[in-house]
């Protein structure tokens, strides 16, 4: 009898602990989901800014160029610096692209797009989104010799298309030009939560766009 009631004193002790194993085995799994689902997120927004900022200052340096000083128009001795104006723009949004602060993987920058903005500061007539003129269309080409240069270094981009002529833009009158500057991006996942969701990936798409400062003519 003394036995017996010892046995089942033990059993009473030890099935807590039983209950509480497979409780953690069950909860475990989805703390760990929310935990990389967090941390996922959490990298996509940085990522996603990072994006937003490039864009912006990539336009508003465009908006500051317009069509590189000096006489508008594509004449003889017109738009003298119209050359490096787009070479600017897309220095601009690679130096932010490439900051130390940056995590964004340059291979995975789809495009960068240089295009006539329309008065809602979306592409003109949709044409942007499907790469017709007047866009510019960039991409990315690291360590090509080829590749346009600012200040002696070759960007690590080069112009693919090219589709708005940089001493067409107009920035006086009653209704001057905006530009707009647009990136595409693929991002990928930075958790185990990969493995969990096949290889989890996802496009990311930003673009800003300004009026072209004013000019007195």
């Known amino acids: 009898m003394i036995g017996f009631l010892a046995r089942a004193r033990r059993r009473a002790r030890e099935h807590p602990r039983g209950q509480a194993t497979i ?18 997120f959490g990298f996509m927004m940085d990522h ?13 340096n465009g908006a500051s160029l317009a069509n590189g ?8 001795g017109q738009s003298p610096n119209a050359a490096n104006v787009d070479k600017e723009i897309i ?3 690679q ?11 340059l291979p995975h920058i ?12 979306g592409d003109t007539d949709g044409r942007e989104q499907f790469g017709a003129d007047p866009v510019n269309v960039w991409h990315y080409r690291p360590g090509n010799i080829a590749n346009p240069q600012v200040d002696g270094v070759p960007l690590d981009f080069f112009e693919f298309t090219h589709g708005w002529d940089v001493c067409g833009r107009v920035n006086y009158g009653s209704f001057p030009d905006s530009i707009g500057v647009s990136i595409r991006y693929v991002y990928f996942s930075r958790t185990p939560l990969s493995a969990l969701m096949n290889l989890l990936q996802v496009g990311m798409y930003d673009f800003t766009a300004f009026e072209l400062n004013p000019t007195n003519q």
């Open 110 to 121: 789809t495009d960068i797009r240089i295009f006539k903005s329309d008065l809602d500061g």
């Open 23 to 40: 409780e953690m085995a069950l909860i475990l799994p989805v703390l760990l989901l929310i935990v990389l689902g967090t941390l996922e």
């Open 91 to 93: 220095a601009a949004a």
């Open 69 to 76: 000083g000096g006489q508008p128009g594509c004449g003889s």
């Open 48 to 60: 996603k800014l990072t994006i937003q900022y490039a864009s912006r200052e990539a336009a508003r």
């Open 95 to 105: 130096r932010i692209l490439e900051s130390s602060d940056s995590r964004i993987d």
